[in-house]
């Protein structure tokens, strides 16, 4: 079965920086929207990025937009999460997500999930 696996979570302290990544096991991926979702403690999970197979514009919720920058390298089926001027409101586990559709910020819809990787950001 395909899997996603998120690296790169950790302790930061707020202004920092971190970078996760999303190894994707099959390189079918690369056809894939690539998606990264979070969610903090008593929260839903919310959508932080997303970018489709083709490299196209990529989304941003706004809580994150011009913090972070997600990225894709087809050769090593990865996707990144650069994540800079960290918050304490960023702290939560992070998911990597995949959809074979367009960009979509609905949880529900993406078809294959990480098992996440916890990103705290102190204060």
């Known amino acids: 079965q395909a899997q996603l696996v998120e690296t790169g979570g950790g302790l930061v302290q707020a202004g920092g920086s971190l970078r996760l990544s999303c190894a994707a096991s099959?390189?079918?991926?690369?056809?894939?929207?690539m998606g990264w979702f979070r969610q903090a403690p008593g929260k839903e999970r919310e959508f932080v990025a997303a970018?489709?197979?083709?490299?196209?514009?990529?989304e941003y919720a706004d809580s994150v937009k011009g913090r972070f920058t997600i990225s894709r390298d087809s050769a090593k089926n990865t996707v990144y999460l650069q994540m800079n001027s960290l918050k304490p409101e960023d702290t939560g586990v992070y998911y990597c997500a995949a959809v074979r559709l367009r960009i979509s910020r609905a949880p529900e819809v993406y078809t294959h999930w990480g098992q996440g990787t916890q990103v705290t950001v102190s204060s």
């Open positions: 970018m489709n197979w083709n490299g196209g514009k990529p």
């Open positions: 099959e390189r079918s991926f690369n056809a894939y929207t």
